[in-house]
C-alpha cells in the first residue's frame, strides 16, 4: 500500500477570489514516501481543490488512484471538449481554479475550446494533461505533443513537471498565475513515468494570492471627478467579482445616481430590478443604450477590458484617446492603458476596489437622478417580451415572460452561442450574483457542460440551459454525464433546422444563396428519454408552460424540444425581411 501524506485538510476561510484559502496543513519534518501521482492530488487538495473534471487516460492512472482516497469530487465526463468546459464554469461560479485532467495529444487537442473560453472569459482554470515517459521525447512517439508550444498563446503559463520532486512547486505556481492579475488558464504536462515514482516531498503551503489597493491619491481623484461629472456612467464587466462586490457597488451607484451598464454576457453583476441598472452591451446591444455612453462625460470601466463586444467593434470609445473622461478599474496592470488611455487607471480586483470607494460622500443631483431613472425605464420598455411577435406557433416572447414568472431568483442559467441566446440575453431576468453561465468568446456548446458543472457544484438550486440545435450537438452527449450523476438540469432547445446566426449573416450578404447552413436534427424529445432522461416536444405557446411543469417536476435531467419558425431570426426581424433589406 502507498503511504500518504498525515496532512489533513483545514478550514476554508475567505479570500479576495470568493474561494477557500486553507491554513498551512501540518507536515512532519521527515516526509513519507508518496507516489507522485498522489502528492500532485494532494497538492489539488490543500490548494482548495474540491472538484475535478475527467475523461480518464492511461497516462495519468497514479493521479487517478490518488483520487480515491482523496475529499474531491469526481465528475467524469464523455468528452474532453466539455470536461474542460465544466471546469471553466467552475471558475466562473466559484472564483476557484476549475480542474480539468484529460490524457494525452487528442485530449488535449479537445479540450482547447475550453482553455480559449477560460483564456478571454478571465477565468482560472488548471488543466493537467497526461504526457509520454521523459524518455521517449522528440521522437514522435505515440500521441506526443509538445503543449508549451500548442498552448503557449493560449494560456497564462504552460510548463511540464520532469522532476516528480518539484510537483509541490508547479502547482503552487499554477494556482497562483491562474489566479493572480487577470485569471485565466494554465496547462501542466505530467510524463506518465515521473508520476508513476515514490518521492519523498513536502508539500506546499495553501495558495494565496496578495492584493494591491487603490493609491488615496487615485481614489480622491475619482472622487472629484465623479462630483464634477453631469453625465456619469459605470460599466462593470470581467471577473473576480463575488456576491458582496455587486451589492455594494448596486449600492454605491444609488448613492452618486450612477447608471449601470455590464458587459456581454456578464448580466450577473447588476440585477434587472436595480434602479441603476441600463442594460448590457452584447451583440444587438439597445441603440438607446449606445446613444447614452456617446453621450456620457465620464465612463468608468470595473473589471473588463472594453474588449470587441462591448465596445461595439472598438467605436464607442477613441482609440486610443476616448473622448470621454476614462476611469478604468482593472486587476491585471498589462491590460491598464493597452487599447484605451485612461485618466484615471487602477490596477485593483473588483472586489478590492469597491471596498475603498465605499466611503465616498454621495455626489447625485436631482438631474443626474432624473436621468438614471429615465434611463433604466428605457431598458425595461427594451427588455419586456410582452411586445414581441415574430412568425410561427411558438410565440418565444411569451416563453421567456413565463420563464421570468416561475424561476426563483437563484436560478442559474446556461448558454452557448447562437442567435436563440438573444432571446435570453436581453428578455431574461438576471436578479442575483452567480446566475449567468456563458462565453464571451462565443464558444458553441458551451450551454450544457456549463449546466452539468453547475448542477454538480449546487444540487439545490434550479438550472436550465438554453440552446441551439446547432450549439446542442456540439456537446450533446454530456447529457449522459447528467444522467449519471441524477442532476436534473432542464435544456431549452430552440431548434430553427439550421445554423441560425451564419444564415443570417448569410442572408444579409448573400441574399437567396443558401450553403452549409441547414441541418436535419433528431428527435430531441426521444433522444432524452433513450438516455434515461425526460423528453418533450413542444410546437405551440401553449404547450410550452406545461411541459416545463412536468419537467421539472419530473425530478431527471429533462429536453424540452422547442420547434422554432425559421422566420424568427432574431426577435426584431425575419428571414424574409433580411433577404428584401439585401
Not at 95 to 117: M, S
Not at 414 to 424: D, E, I, K, S
Not at 447 to 476: I, K, S, T
Amino acid at each position: 500500500m502507498t503511504l500518504r501524506s498525515s496532512a489533513s485538510p483545514a478550514t476554508p476561510e475567505g479570500s479576495g477570489h470568493g474561494g477557500p484559502v486553507l491554513a498551512p496543513s501540518r507536515r512532519p519534518v521527515h516526509p513519507a514516501p508518496r507516489l507522485a501521482g498522489h502528492v500532485l492530488v494532494d497538492q489539488l487538495r490543500l490548494h482548495g481543490t474540491e472538484h475535478v473534471f475527467c475523461v480518464p487516460g492511461e497516462s495519468y492512472l497514479p493521479v487517478l488512484d490518488g483520487l480515491v482516497d482523496a475529499d474531491i469530487e469526481v465528475t467524469v465526463c464523455r468528452h474532453e471538449g466539455g470536461a474542460a468546459i465544466m471546469a471553466e464554469a467552475y471558475g466562473k461560479l466559484t472564483g476557484r481554479p476549475g480542474i480539468c485532467l484529460v490524457t494525452r495529444a487528442p485530449g488535449a487537442a479537445n479540450a482547447f475550446a475550453g482553455v480559449h473560453v477560460a483564456s478571454q472569459d478571465s477565468t482560472p482554470l488548471i488543466l493537467l494533461v497526461g504526457q509520454i515517459d521523459r524518455a521517449m521525447r522528440d521522437r514522435e512517439a505515440f500521441q506526443e505533443m509538445d503543449y508549451r508550444a500548442v498552448f503557449g498563446s493560449q494560456v497564462k503559463w504552460a510548463a511540464e513537471i520532469d522532476q516528480a520532486e518539484r510537483i509541490p512547486e508547479y502547482l503552487s505556481r499554477a494556482f497562483h498565475v491562474a489566479l493572480s492579475g487577470r485569471p485565466g488558464p494554465v496547462v501542466l504536462a505530467l510524463p506518465e513515468d515521473m508520476l508513476e515514482e515514490t518521492v519523498a516531498v513536502a508539500d506546499a503551503r495553501p495558495c494565496h494570492v496578495p492584493e494591491t489597493l487603490p493609491p488615496a491619491g487615485q481614489i480622491q481623484a475619482l472622487a472629484d471627478r465623479l462630483a464634477d461629472a453631469q453625465r456619469p456612467l459605470a460599466i462593470l464587466g470581467g471577473s473576480r467579482w463575488d456576491a458582496r462586490s455587486v451589492q455594494a457597488f448596486g449600492a454605491f451607484a444609488e448613492r452618486h445616481a450612477l447608471p449601470v451598464a455590464v458587459q456581454f454576457r456578464r448580466q450577473m453583476l447588476c440585477p434587472v430590478e436595480h434602479s441603476c441598472f441600463i442594460g448590457d452591451l452584447g451583440l444587438g446591444a439597445d441603440p438607446r443604450l449606445i446613444e447614452a455612453i456617446r453621450e456620457s462625460d465620464l465612463i468608468l470601466a470595473v473589471g473588463g477590458r472594453l474588449s470587441e463586444i462591448p465596445s461595439q467593434g472598438y467605436t464607442l470609445f477613441g482609440v486610443p484617446n476616448p473622448s470621454q473622461t476614462l476611469v478604468h478599474v482593472h486587476p491585471d496592470v498589462g491590460e491598464l492603458n493597452r487599447v484605451y488611455q485612461a485618466d484615471i487607471a487602477m490596477a485593483c480586483a473588483p472586489g478590492i476596489w469597491v471596498r475603498a470607494i465605499e466611503p465616498l460622500s454621495p455626489t447625485a443631483t436631482p438631474a443626474r437622478v432624473r436621468r438614471c431613472e429615465a434611463l433604466h425605464a428605457r431598458r425595461l420598455a427594451w427588455s419586456d417580451p410582452s411586445a414581441i411577435e415574430h412568425p410561427g406557433a411558438l410565440q418565444m416572447g411569451r416563453v421567456m415572460a413565463h420563464l421570468n414568472a416561475v424561476l426563483p431568483e437563484d436560478a442559474i442559467l446556461t448558454n452557448g452561442a447562437g442567435n436563440y441566446a438573444t432571446w435570453l440575453h436581453r428578455f431574461y431576468h438576471f436578479r442575483a450574483y452567480g446566475t449567468q453561465l456563458a462565453p464571451t468568446s462565443g464558444s458553441m456548446g458551451y450551454g450544457l457542460p456549463a449546466a452539468v458543472a453547475a448542477q454538480r457544484l449546487y444540487p439545490d438550486r434550479r438550472v436550465v440551459c438554453f440552446a441551439g440545435d446547432g450549439c446542442f450537438m456540439m456537446h450533446g452527449q454530456e447529457f449522459a454525464t447528467a444522467v449519471q450523476y441524477g442532476l436534473p438540469i432542464l435544456v431549452i432547445l430552440i431548434d430553427n433546422g439550421m445554423f441560425g446566426t451564419i444564415r443570417m449573416h448569410q442572408e444579409r450578404r448573400y441574399p437567396g444563396r443558401v450553403s452549409a447552413t441547414a441541418l436535419r436534427n433528431p428527435d430531441f424529445a426521444a433522444y432524452a428519454r433513450a438516455f434515461g432522461g425526460h423528453g418533450e416536444r413542444v410546437e405551440t405557446t401553449e404547450d410550452f408552460a406545461p411541459a416545463l411543469r412536468r419537467a421539472l417536476d419530473s425530478g431527471l435531467p429533462a429536453i424540452l424540444h422547442c420547434l422554432l419558425d425559421p422566420e424568427a431570426i432574431t426577435p426584431t426581424t425575419t428571414l424574409s425581411r433580411l433577404r428584401q433589406g439585401a
